[in-house]
């Protein structure tokens, strides 16, 4: 009966009315319906070191290929940038161990940013806080934030969200990592979780000092001899005092630190004052997170504002014993190191290089099968 | 019918009977305070006067517990109930006084009621789990951190502080001694009064004076101005600390 009418109705010159009525409802199922597109994410199994401490993965927002491939894609997206032209990647370059080679990053419309990018070599590890002052815990938190930092990518997360949500691609990859069902289902929390994801798998553990503990190579003379100043481990050689902050297999504690770059009468004197401007406690300021040493050849210039530009000039403050500070760590003293000792220690540095990020081609070429199919 | 209802009466008085002795349980509570000499020891803002005029400030004093277990009164030598299988004393963000007069505690809320005779530990980290490294745990654990590679174990005691050698204010003399070794592990037994009571909670309070970890008298001290460090490797200085770590460990009735 009712395509009789329908029928009818046609005859009658309905036509018209009768497409806008399809094209209303194909258009709704498009813009606000994904559940029609199956969303099965697929468990992801990281493959974790043996010798590292165990990741922390939320049981909130477990891996999944899925939701690793959407992270890939965002991370290496401008989308999330006010004017669209900067994207995690600029400054987190892979092949640059994931940093940018900036004593301090540039962010949208050349602002500059107040410290330097960071390497996310392993991050997934930092249990004890994220950014160089510790303010965020975890990765998901920590996602947050660059979208919304003037001297970054200057955006606003409602903006964000409304590019994501209007995006031909977006809305289906979001559906199959997430399950969402509607495209205003998007939201940062998601994004933010997605980031959190495929940063996770940057997990990088095949530097010839793995192979070395692995059995698999053999330092040279000159690379063992590093690595023993490193870790003091000789009595017949003089100590460099880096493993106690920057022990293996991470080449970080994760811990805090001031390390006497900062030349201040009193504590409440930082100009930037670090884990101190989190935490309220004087004794914090001038604190920062110790860096992995992991891929340090790759990572020029050095500490959190990029002062140093060589290993050399990092080798001749810590020799010197640093700038003198009520909370400057104990560890750095005055050192006693020779020029052949600091040749030996960049020979074993260079140890730590590990080129499984160097020629990422992006996206979906982490490694892993990410594939969205 | 009437050997079922039987059987249900029955296993309704075991089910009941498994729940009271989950019930007869209470928490005790470990607590370590630290004192330099008799001052509570607060990390960065506080100095401490030390011997032949010399004073010290410090920003970590820490230790590891392992196999914390109470003796029953009742107990022969082998039958101890476990309270904290490892854990680190670590008393880097004791910041102000308050934070130091209440201490590093550990707890355990699942001590069977009763009268206890004794608490027993082990000092440092017990060979089983020195064998092991952080990638045997997930974070956050007391053995995530503190590992030394190159000597295949955990540091068992950090004392990181700096020491004003010269009188000028200045306390820019770096002092860092990181001990550990399975041949220092010891375990030590303290005699208690305790009786564990049902839902409630019972304190047993330890206190470490760290000047005694330093510093046996007077005429016998680790003398800061000729040496300022040890990793474990002069024998003279980390056995001196580690003994006497041991006996700056008391319990305070």
């Given at each position: 009966m009712m395509w009789q009418r329908m029928r009818e109705r046609w005859r009658e010159g309905e036509r018209e009315r009768l497409f806008w009525v399809l094209i209303i409802v194909l258009w709704s199922c498009n813009d606000?319906?994904?559940?029609y597109i199956s969303s099965e994410p697929t468990p992801y199994k990281l493959e974790e070191p043996a010798n590292f401490v165990k990741m922390q993965i939320p049981a909130d927002n477990p891996l999944t290929k899925e939701g690793i491939a959407l992270g890939e894609r965002l991370f290496f997206d401008p989308i999330l940038s006010a004017d669209s032209s900067l994207s995690c990647a600029s400054c987190h370059i892979p092949s640059l161990a994931f940093t940018d080679g900036k004593a301090r990053s540039v962010g949208v419309g050349g602002k500059t940013v107040r410290r330097s990018a960071p390497?996310?070599?392993?991050?997934?590890?930092?249990?004890?806080?994220?950014?160089w002052d510790g303010r965020v815990q975890s990765l998901e938190m920590q996602a947050l934030m660059p979208v919304v930092d003037h001297s970054e990518m200057d955006n606003s997360w409602e903006v964000a969200e409304e590019r994501l949500r209007r995006h031909s691609d977006y809305p289906i990859l979001f559906r199959r990592a997430f399950g969402i069902r509607r495209t205003s289902d998007i939201d940062r929390y998601l994004a933010a979780k997605a980031l959190a994801q495929f940063e996770r798998t940057l997990v990088n553990h095949n530097s010839k000092f793995d192979r070395v503990q692995r059995g698999d190579a053999k330092f040279t003379a000159d690379e063992k001899r590093g690595w023993q100043i490193f870790f003091d481990d000789s009595q017949e050689l003089p100590t460099s005092e880096c493993g106690h902050c920057h022990i293996d297999p991470l080449f970080t504690t994760l811990g805090f630190f001031n390390n006497g770059i900062e030349q201040v009468n009193t504590l409440g004197d930082f100009r930037d004052k670090g884990l101190g401007a989190v935490t309220g406690h004087i004794s914090d300021n001038g604190k920062f997170r110790t860096p992995t040493l992991r891929n340090i050849m790759l990572t020029a210039p050095y500490m959190h504002d990029g002062r140093f530009a060589t290993l050399d000039e990092v080798f001749d403050h810590y020799i010197s014993g640093g700038h003198f500070a009520d909370n400057v760590n104990p560890n750095v003293r005055k050192l006693r190191l020779r020029e052949q000792d600091k040749k030996d220690l960049i020979a074993f540095l260079q140890t730590l290089t590990d080129s499984t990020f160097v020629n990422y081609s992006v996206p979906g070429s982490s490694g892993a099968d990410l594939s969205l199919q | 019918m009437k050997n079922i209802l039987w059987l249900g009466a029955i296993l309704l008085l075991i089910a009941a009977s498994c729940k009271d002795n989950d019930d007869k349980n209470g928490q005790v509570d470990l607590t370590f305070k630290s004192t330099f000499d008799t001052a509570p020891l607060v990390m960065y803002d506080e100095q401490y006067a030390y011997y032949d005029n010399l004073n010290l400030k410090f920003q970590l004093f820490q230790f590891y517990l392992t196999d914390v277990v109470l003796v029953p009164d009742d107990a022969t030598s082998t039958t101890t109930v476990p309270h904290t299988e490892i854990a680190l004393i670590s008393y880097k963000d004791v910041l102000g006084q308050a934070a130091a007069l209440q201490g590093i505690t550990i707890s355990a809320n699942k001590i069977p009621a009763g009268k206890y005779k004794a608490v027993r530990f082990g000092l440092g980290v017990a060979p089983r789990f020195n064998a092991t490294n952080p990638g045997n745990y997930t974070p956050p654990h007391p053995l995530d951190d503190h590992y030394w590679s190159s000597m295949l174990g955990y540091v068992f005691m950090k004392i990181e502080g700096n020491a004003d050698n010269d009188g000028d204010g200045l306390f820019n003399d770096k002092l860092t001694f990181h001990i550990g070794a399975n041949s220092l592990y010891r375990t030590m037994e303290f005699p208690v009064s305790l009786e564990v009571k049902e839902g409630q909670s019972s304190t047993i309070n330890f206190g470490i004076d760290l000047k005694r970890v330093m510093a046996v008298s007077a005429s016998d001290f680790l003398d800061v101005r000729t040496v300022t460090q040890d990793h474990t490797t002069n024998p003279e200085i980390y056995n001196y600390l580690y003994d006497n770590l041991e006996q700056a460990v008391q319990i305070k009735q």
């Open positions: 606000n319906r994904l559940a390497s996310l070599i392993n991050v997934g590890y930092h249990y004890k806080g994220l950014f | -």
